[in-house]
Nanobody
Framework: QVQLVESGGGLVQAGGSLRLSCAAS????????MGWYRRAPGKVRELVAH???????YYADFVKGRFTISRDNAKSSIYLQMNSLKPDDTAVYYC???????????????WGQGTQVTVSA
């Protein structure tokens, strides 16, 4: 069993910053891609950013230049530094990880419970 626990959400004014954290724990053999998704009210879930175990990153266009994803492989953790936040960034942010629980299994997707980010105008 694998758990992803997010933290760091909250309420911030437009232009402010927040830092999200996500730690994977449990029966983990290896972790491949880890990333952040978000779901705004009335919208579908969308990819924000992801990072490979080797440190390669991907950002959605709407966060490029404002958000930075980083990773600590030793802690099976990722972080999302969010700067210059806008009201449109208001959403529940979810951590996702591709985890292999043992060498005989393929990678599976796991999700965190989500953390609320609210940006006021």
């Amino acid at each position: 069993q694998v758990q992803l626990v997010e933290s760091g959400g909250g309420l911030v004014q437009a232009g402010g910053s927040l830092r999200l954290s996500c730690a994977a724990s449990g029966s983990i053999f290896s972790v491949d891609i880890m990333g952040w998704y978000r779901r705004a009210p009335g919208k579908v879930r969308e990819l924000v950013a992801h990072i490979t175990s080797g440190g390669d990153t991907y950002y959605a266009d709407f966060v490029k230049g404002r958000f930075t994803i980083s990773r600590d492989n030793a802690k099976s953790s990722i972080y999302l530094q969010m700067n210059s936040l806008k009201p449109d960034d208001t959403a529940v942010y979810y951590c996702n990880a591709d985890v292999r629980v043992n060498p005989e299994h393929s990678y599976r997707h796991f999700w965190g419970q989500g953390t609320q980010v609210t940006v006021s105008a």
